[in-house]
């Protein structure tokens, strides 16, 4: 990407150096990551695909990318935005979100999203039945925290019966990369990584300057990513502020769903402070008192 060489502007997304006169921008940042995979282009509608391809287990093509926002049922919601919202050359619905901070319900959060992806492809009309929905595919590539106590890179969650250990076989999939887990992978020849590895170290170590010769490997290994660093090299900051707008909308619900959580947490803790007092043997009278001198 172009930038002044005297006085070069670093914003938290970047620039920073690749080498050979090369900056990038660092992927993980949310509005960068759906500036790359949305782009009208060959090369980044190969990148998301072999991308996708990846991390579902199978050869996918990138028909088109959806308009970029969920079902709405209020003015409220109009304006939410998923990060790259697509669909395969078989009509199958996908979408892909890199999230650098997720939140702490992150797992809830998926299969809401999920679920809204799965029932936004209506079956409406007579010679439609439940066996036209397509798979639906909610995908979070987390680039902070670990959400699962394994050490596994990539989880592949669907509906299941834990008790008798059948699966119910639907459509719908949720599946998570936490980018944290890919300390024991990095150190591993780029030749015995799977894709969805070499995407994944790439994504995490792409700005770190001691893997560097490790990211090289990479590039020259997979062609997808080798798009995907064509494209972060010609990215310019207006193109980042805009999907960085686009995107401020959508932490509205997941910062409503927080204070919610907070809300609730508070409500506990004071319940349960209330009690303890009780049980200390406080009239009413000097519980609220107690109470007020907060």
């Not at 090369?43 to 391809?53: E, N, P, Q, T």
């Not at 304006?79 to 669909?87: E, N």
Request: proline fraction near 5%.
């Amino acid at each position: 990407m172009e930038t002044n060489k005297e006085n070069p502007v670093r914003y938290e997304w970047g620039p920073f150096p690749l080498g050979e006169g090369m900056s990038v921008l660092d992927i993980r940042y949310d509005p960068v990551f759906k500036v790359v995979f949305t782009k009208d282009t060959p090369k980044s509608r190969g990148a998301l695909s072999d991308l996708i391809s990846a991390l579902i287990g199978r050869t996918i093509k990138v028909e088109n990318i959806m308009a970029n926002e969920p079902p709405v049922d209020d003015l409220r919601q109009r304006y939410l935005r998923f990060d790259v919202a697509c669909r395969t050359e078989k009509g199958e619905p996908v979408n892909v979100e890199m999230s650098f901070n997720p939140n702490a319900d992150e797992p809830v959060r998926l299969e809401y999203y999920a679920a809204r992806l799965f029932v936004g492809q209506g079956i409406h009309g007579e010679d439609k039945n439940y066996n036209d929905l397509k798979e639906a595919y909610q995908i979070a590539i987390l680039a902070k925290y670990q959400f699962f106590p394994d050490e596994k890179l990539i989880h592949n969650f669907l509906y299941y019966d834990p008790d008798n250990r059948i699966q119910l076989g639907g459509k719908t999939r949720i599946i998570t990369v936490e980018l944290v887990k890919t300390k024991p992978i990095v150190d591993k020849p780029v030749e015995k990584m799977t894709n969805a590895e070499l995407w994944a170290v790439f994504f995490e170590y792409l700005t770190d300057e001691e893997k560097r010769a490790k990211i090289i490997d990479i590039i020259n290994q997979e062609e997808g990513i080798a798009m995907a660093v064509e494209i972060l090299s010609n990215i310019t900051q207006d193109e980042v502020e805009y999907a960085r707008m686009t995107t401020l909308l959508k932490s509205e619900l997941d910062y409503q769903s927080g204070m919610v959580n907070a809300r609730r947490n508070g409500l506990k803790e004071g319940r349960e402070e209330v009690l303890n007092l009780f049980e200390q043997g406080l009239s009413v009278d000097e519980i609220k008192e107690r109470l007020r001198e907060r």
